[in-house]
C-alpha cells in the first residue's frame, strides 16, 4: 500500500487544484484581482493572477493527508517556509510588494529550511575539486542557492504554462528517482506538486472564460519546493550506493534547472553589461525570444519544456565524463542553443522593422493624398 502513496498524492492534488481554482477565478474577477494588460504583458484582457492559491491548496491537501503514511524530517520546515512564501506572493499579488521585501522573505525562509530542516548541500562531490563543505559554509552556500532558484523560477513565468510545465518536469523527474530509490515520502511529495501543477495547467494553458495565471502566489512557492527537492535529490543519491543510484546528480540537478538557471544567468549578465539593475524588467528572456520568433505561447511552452527534456537526455549521455567536463559540456550546449534562438529572433526582429517601415511610409502617403483631395474639394 504505501508503494501507492506517492500515486494517490497525485490524484488528491490534481483533483483538489481543479476543484478549487475555478473559485478562486471567480473572487478574482469579483473583487477585481485581476492583472490589466500592459505594453510588457502578452495576453489581451484582464486575467486573475492567484493560480498560487490552488496549488498550494492542492500540494497542502493531499501532503497532509499522507503525511501520516510516512515521517519525512524536513516536511515541518518546508511547509512552514512555502506558507510564508504563500502570504508574501498574495501580497505581490493583490497590492505589491517591493522586492526588498520579497528578498528579505526569502532570505528568512532560506535560513528556515536550510538551518531548522536541515536541508542544504553538504558536498559538491568534486567539482573545482570541493567534496565535503564545512557546516556554516554549508549553510551559506545552500541559503544563496535557495533565493537563486527561487528568483529563477519567478522570472520565466512570462507566458502560458512554461513555469508550470517546467515545475512539472522537474517534480516528476525527482519524484521518479526518489521512488526508484525507495524515499516514497519524497516521491510523494513530487508527485503532489505535479498533481497540483498539471490541474493548474488545464486552466491556465487552455482556460478561455476560465483562465487564469500563477503569479507570485505560486511561483515563488513552487521555486522554493523545487530548490528542496533538487539538494534532496543530491544529497540522496550521494548517500545510496545501489544499482539505481546517480554519481553525477549535481551535473544532472543543472540539466533538469537548465531552463530557469540558464535563461536567469544569460539575462543577469546582458542587464549589468547594460549598466542596469539586474532585477530591471525587460523583454530579454528566452520565452521573449520564441514570441519574437513567431512562436504562439502553447509552442514556445512546448519547445522550451522539450528542449529542457533534451537536455537531461544530453546529461545522461555525457555520464562517462568528470563531473567538471561534464558541466563544462552542459553549459557549452545550453549557451549555444541560447545563442542560437537570440540571433534567430534578432534576424526576426529586424525584418518585421523593414516589412513594418515600408508600410508606415505607405501609410504616411496615402494620408497626404486624403489630404490633398479634401483640399481640392475645399477649393
Known amino acids: 500500500m504505501k508503494n501507492l502513496i506517492p500515486f494517490i498524492s497525485f490524484i488528491i492534488a490534481f483533483y483538489t487544484s481543479y476543484k478549487i481554482i475555478p473559485v478562486v477565478i471567480r473572487i478574482a474577477h469579483l473583487k477585481n484581482l485581476v492583472d490589466e494588460p500592459n505594453n510588457r504583458t502578452s495576453h489581451k484582457k484582464a486575467v486573475p493572477t492567484l493560480g498560487g492559491v490552488g ?37 505581490d499579488d493583490i497590492l505589491v510588494l517591493s522586492p526588498k521585501k520579497k528578498l528579505v522573505g526569502q532570505i528568512l525562509v532560506a535560513f528556515m529550511i536550510t538551518f531548522l530542516g536541515d536541508v542544504r548541500i553538504t558536498s559538491f562531490e568534486g567539482i573545482l575539486g570541493i567534496y565535503d563543505i564545512p557546516y556554516w559554509p554549508s549553510i551559506l552556500s545552500s541559503m544563496f542557492i535557495f533565493i537563486a532558484l ?28 526518489f521512488y526508484i530509490l525507495g524515499h516514497f515520502a519524497w516521491a510523494m511529495l513530487c508527485f503532489a506538486m505535479a498533481g497540483a501543477l498539471f490541474a493548474f495547467l ?11 495565471f500563477m503569479g507570485d502566489t505560486g511561483s515563488l512557492v513552487l521555486g522554493l519546493f523545487i530548490t528542496t527537492a533538487t539538494l534532496k535529490f543530491i544529497n540522496i543519491n550521494a548517500a545510496s550506493s545501489g544499482p539505481f543510484s546517480i554519481n553525477f546528480a549535481p551535473a544532472l540537478a543543472i540539466s533538469v534547472l537548465a ?29 521573449h525570444l520564441m514570441l519574437r520568433l513567431g512562436f ?63 508600410k508606415k511610409i505607405e501609410e504616411i502617403e496615402q494620408m497626404k493624398d486624403l489630404k490633398s483631395k479634401i483640399f481640392e474639394h475645399v477649393n
Open 150 to 177: 527561487i528568483n529563477a523560477v519567478n522570472l520565466i513565468d512570462g507566458i502560458d504554462g512554461l513555469a508550470s510545465g517546467f515545475g512539472i518536469l522537474a517534480s516528476t523527474f525527482f519524484g521518479v528517482d
Open 296 to 358: 504562439s505561447h502553447k509552442a514556445s511552452t512546448s519547445i522550451l519544456i522539450s528542449v529542457n527534456a533534451a537536455i537531461i537526455g544530453i546529461c545522461f549521455a555525457l555520464q562517462p565524463l568528470n563531473i567538471n567536463y561534464h558541466i563544462l559540456a552542459l553549459c557549452a550546449v545550453v549557451f549555444s542553443l541560447i545563442g542560437l534562438l537570440w540571433n534567430l529572433s534578432r534576424r526576426a526582429a529586424s525584418k518585421n522593422k523593414s516589412i513594418a517601415k515600408p
Open 202 to 212: 488545464l486552466y491556465n494553458v487552455f482556460g478561455n472564460a476560465n483562465k487564469i
Open 55 to 91: 496549488i498550494f491548496i492542492g500540494f497542502s491537501v493531499a501532503s497532509l493527508l499522507l503525511a501520516s503514511y510516512y515521517f519525512v524530517p524536513e516536511f515541518n520546515s518546508l511547509l512552514l517556509g512555502m506558507l510564508v512564501l504563500f502570504f508574501l506572493g498574495i501580497k
Open 259 to 287: 531552463l530557469p538557471v540558464f535563461d536567469t544567468l544569460r539575462v543577469f549578465s546582458i542587464r549589468i553589461a547594460n549598466g542596469q539593475s539586474p532585477f530591471h524588467p525587460d523583454k530579454r528572456h528566452i520565452h
